[in-house]
């Protein structure tokens, strides 16, 4: 099989100056394969209490730049709709297209729910689920004029229930949402949207476990960010041709993570004892389907034209 190489193609990572980071492996693996990177990363966060140290976009793209590659830094924030376009303007300024979206940046402090301050609750939400979402708005123009574009979104396992970590698991369960959703409305401009729950050793898990946490210390022996990078790389490639896809990179291990429905029951004389009696054949998963982009039919739907006005 030939290489898959991105020669002519331009990539956003953000989240991208930590070392060690998965955005880091992200943008050394692209750029080693050809493609020019905006590396985006507002360094220091004094919101992030635990982070150890600064990450760096400068350090990060210089070091693509040593290894003959093409980068540039950029270090706006994700969390607002303006400071996402400076974003994608300045790739586009750079290299005159945008081809590539990894939405890496994110934020995790764990705490009970009644315990989290409301700041570090909203926290979640702006950088990990409405960052992402500034920036696929951002970048969506210029992928639609261009018929083309790849975008990979961050969710994770937490999505699915975590004791301790509600902000942060609503967040990425909105994120997966989103892919969803603009993996259907890219279809017919040639925009592919996919996620990836990822798992290595990060600055993030850092920041989140005690240093003597046995969960820091598989992760520091065993799950290098690098062994995540090959799956996202993939979901980005031109020749990757699934979209509103999950999943999960974790050590090596490349697993698909995806919703379905049960077969059910169908009463229309239902009543809350039929559901008791019946609760077993809801829930069985043995005729379970996973559910297609776009299953949903909203054609006669005559959605209300949208303006824009309050």
């Not at 689920?129 to 920036?135: D, R």
Request: proline content about 4%; glycine content about 10%.
């Amino acid at each position: 099989m030939d290489e898959f190489r991105f020669d002519g193609r331009t990539a956003i990572v953000t989240g991208a100056g930590g070392n060690p980071s998965l955005g880091r492996a992200y943008a050394l693996l692209l750029a080693g394969r050809g493609a020019s990177v905006l590396v985006n990363d507002i360094g220091s966060d004094p919101a992030m209490r635990h982070y150890p140290g600064d990450a760096c976009a400068e350090t990060v793209a210089a070091e693509i730049r040593a290894a003959g590659g093409s980068a540039v830094a950029d270090t706006h924030s994700v969390a607002g709709p303006e400071s996402a376009e400076a974003i994608v303007a300045a790739a586009f300024a750079a290299f005159g297209r945008v081809d590539i979206l990894i939405n890496n940046a994110g934020v995790s402090v764990g705490a009970p729910i009644d315990v989290m301050t409301p700041q570090d609750f909203q926290r979640h939400i702006d950088v990990n689920l409405m960052g992402t979402a500034w920036m696929c708005r951002a970048a969506w123009p210029r992928m639609k004029a261009a018929g083309y574009g790849r975008i990979v979104n961050t969710t994770s396992s937490a999505m699915t229930g975590f004791a301790g970590q509600s902000a942060y698991a609503a967040s990425k369960g909105g994120v997966w949402s989103l892919t969803r959703a603009l993996a259907a409305e890219g279809r017919e401009f040639g925009i592919q949207v996919n996620a990836v729950s990822p798992g290595a050793f990060t600055r993030l898990v850092c920041a989140m476990l005690e240093d003597d946490s046995p969960l820091l210390v598989q992760s520091r022996e065993s799950l290098p960010a690098e062994l995540s990078a090959p799956a996202v790389a993939w979901l980005a490639h031109e020749a990757c041709d699934v979209t509103g896809e999950c999943v999960d990179a974790v050590g090596g291990a490349v697993q698909r993570t995806f919703m379905a429905r049960t077969a059910g029951i169908a009463d229309r004389a239902l009543t809350i004892e039929a559901v008791a009696r019946r609760w077993g054949e809801i829930v069985a998963a043995k005729a379970a389907e996973p559910l297609g982009v776009g299953d949903m039919d909203t054609s006669g739907w005559k959605i209300r034209p949208y303006s824009g006005d309050a």
